[in-house]
């Protein structure tokens, strides 16, 4: 079953784990021919490195975004300052602090998450040019081929099932942290405007690894940029926590861009990614590998996973501590890898064959002999006894024979 997908990655972090997706899904030659129309990439940042960013598969494939997978939402250096000035009063969720050191987003931001999404209303209608662009296409293709010759399995239900988009992105940078909220309601709007079936699933990162990671190397620097990825992460979790319950308890908010005010959360689902719960301290490349792992098995065995992830109800068998009624939005999951000796465990499998073979040929023995023998332990014995008398006689006379000459 392949669940038509489409995994966004917001920044660098974002970035590095749909690359390692799409490097699995490239390695197993039964996928290969179907990334399109079934599963796209997309990469959202404003440093150009991040979005010619480059890792080799198992198979040692050379795996990077392509031309038609790369929105780049860096604002030129001359047109920043100006911007500022020009919608001075439609920027008031600017804060006034960050407006004095103002950099030009054409390369990694400085760790500010209102950075992200300055660029981000910068390039807004580019940007929802592009990703418009890419769910019609994707919708169209699709729909020519359940019409077609393609025989993959979907859901047929209502024409086309829901298109996953899975965002990735880091809650303690700028550019993902910034972005992620205004990006999946961007998609919203495209959803409303153009009636294509969409969910939306969001998978943040956690700041844990980067700061086990600066632990190691007590500098200045690295002080304060544990101080940034702290803040920045609470920041947004706080702004997450708020928007996932607006309709819940029926509050609205104004988005910066948007002249209607929002109502619904910007996600069906939220995976927080931690590092702090395991035994062993993953690195941020470990993480990003099983979350990789993890984004592949959703688009294969979604139907099952999905299951899982409908919002819970719990409620005590006692009802002692009155709690009814739990509606989530941040679910968890896991994806485990088994490592064996392949060498070893076919040794073991062959030697259980022959042992197999060995015990059903003694089976037939002893059904022949008990059913043509009168006296099954005397004739048997002697039949033993004769035989054996013959190998040894014609051992002997043989090296008798070869002694002699």
């Excluded at 993959?152 to 099932?161: A, L, Y």
């Excluded at 992620?180 to 709007?189: G, M």
């Excluded at 959703?298 to 709690?323: F, Q």
Aim: with cysteine.
């Amino acid at each position: 079953m392949i669940k038509p997908s489409i995994f966004i990655g917001l920044g660098g972090v974002g970035i590095q784990t749909i690359l390692k997706t799409k490097a699995l899904f490239l390695d197993n030659i039964e996928f290969q021919e179907i990334l399109s129309p079934y599963i796209f990439f997309v990469g959202i940042d404003t440093d150009e490195y991040d979005l010619s960013m480059q890792i080799s598969s198992k198979n040692q494939l050379k795996v990077s975004l392509e031309y038609k997978e790369i929105c780049n939402i860096a604002v030129p250096p001359q047109k920043i300052y100006e911007f500022v000035q020009y919608h001075r009063r439609n920027i008031d969720w600017l804060p006034q602090q960050n407006r004095y050191f103002m950099t030009p987003l054409n390369h990694s931001p400085r760790m500010v998450r209102s950075d992200g999404r300055l660029a981000f209303i910068y390039k807004i209608a580019a940007l929802k040019n592009y990703l418009l662009t890419i769910l019609t296409e994707m919708h169209d293709s699709i729909c020519r081929a359940k019409n077609g010759v393609n025989n993959i399995e979907t859901d047929k239900s209502d024409g086309i099932s829901s298109i996953d988009i899975n965002i990735v992105f880091s809650l303690c940078g700028s550019t993902g942290s910034g972005i992620f909220l205004d990006i999946a309601y961007l998609l919203q709007e495209i959803r409303q405007e153009t009636n294509i079936k969409i969910t939306l699933n969001g998978y943040g990162i956690l700041p844990s690894t980067l700061i086990n990671s600066l632990s190691q190397h007590a500098t200045s620097t690295n002080s304060t940029l544990r101080t940034y990825l702290f803040g920045n992460s609470y920041a947004a979790i706080s702004e997450l926590d708020y928007l996932m319950k607006l309709k819940k308890n029926k509050l609205s908010v104004q988005l910066p861009w948007k002249e209607e005010k929002q109502s619904e959360p910007p996600f069906e689902k939220v995976t927080l990614i931690d590092n702090n719960g395991s035994v062993e301290q993953y690195k941020l490349s470990q993480l990003t590998d099983i979350l990789s792992r993890a984004l592949y098995m959703r688009v294969i065995d979604l139907e099952h996973i999905s299951k899982s992830m409908g919002d819970s109800s719990a409620k005590p068998a006692d009802d002692s501590c009155g709690v009814e009624d739990i509606c989530t939005w941040l679910w968890n999951m896991g994806v485990s890898t088994l490592v064996y000796d392949s060498e070893y465990v076919a040794k073991v499998y062959e030697l259980k064959a022959q042992n197999k073979q060995i015990i059903e040929g003694l089976d037939k023995m002893k059904f022949f002999y008990n059913n043509s023998a009168v006296h099954t332990s005397f004739h048997i014995d002697q039949n033993i006894f004769q035989q054996m008398n013959q190998i040894s006689y014609s051992l002997c006379l043989q090296s008798a024979l070869n002694e002699e000459f």
